[in-house]
């Protein structure tokens, strides 16, 4: 079974920043996976926001590059999104997701609980 677990969202004033993290337990991490984030804002499709392949190859939204940076532990399962400068429109669920192999798929991803970040202006 896989578990993601997210922590560090919040309320932060426009202009600020956040990190979130993403614990990641189960079997699909014993092999090569992709891990990223995704936002979803009311009354809007779930986006990917920035995800990173096994090679270390990085996937950011356009509106957030520049801003975002995620990174993932050397020798942990861990995922984090640094972001800055954040904008009122940021303001969404974040979920963390895993899938096993080189790239995510919201079909086949395993996702965390979603952890809620508000921006306000």
């Known amino acids: 079974q896989v578990q993601l677990v997210e922590s560090g969202g919040g309320l932060v004033q426009a202009g600020g920043s956040l990190r979130l993290s993403c614990a990641g337990t189960?079997?699909?991490?014993?092999?090569?996976?992709?891990m990223g984030w995704y936002r979803q804002a009311p009354g809007k499709e779930r986006e990917l926001v920035a995800a990173?392949?096994?090679?270390?190859?990085?996937y950011y939204l356009e509106p957030v590059k520049g801003r975002f940076a995620v990174s993932k532990e050397e020798g942990s399962h861990t995922l984090h999104l640094q972001m800055n400068n954040l904008k009122v429109d940021d303001t969404a669920m974040y979920y963390c997701?895993?899938?096993?192999?080189?790239?995510?798929?919201?079909?086949?991803?395993?996702w965390g609980q979603g952890t809620q970040v508000t921006v306000s202006s």
């Open positions: 990173i392949n096994p090679f270390g190859a990085t």
């Open positions: 189960g079997s699909i991490f014993s092999r090569i996976y992709s």
């Open positions: 997701a895993a899938t096993a192999g080189a790239r995510l798929k919201p079909s086949s991803n395993y």
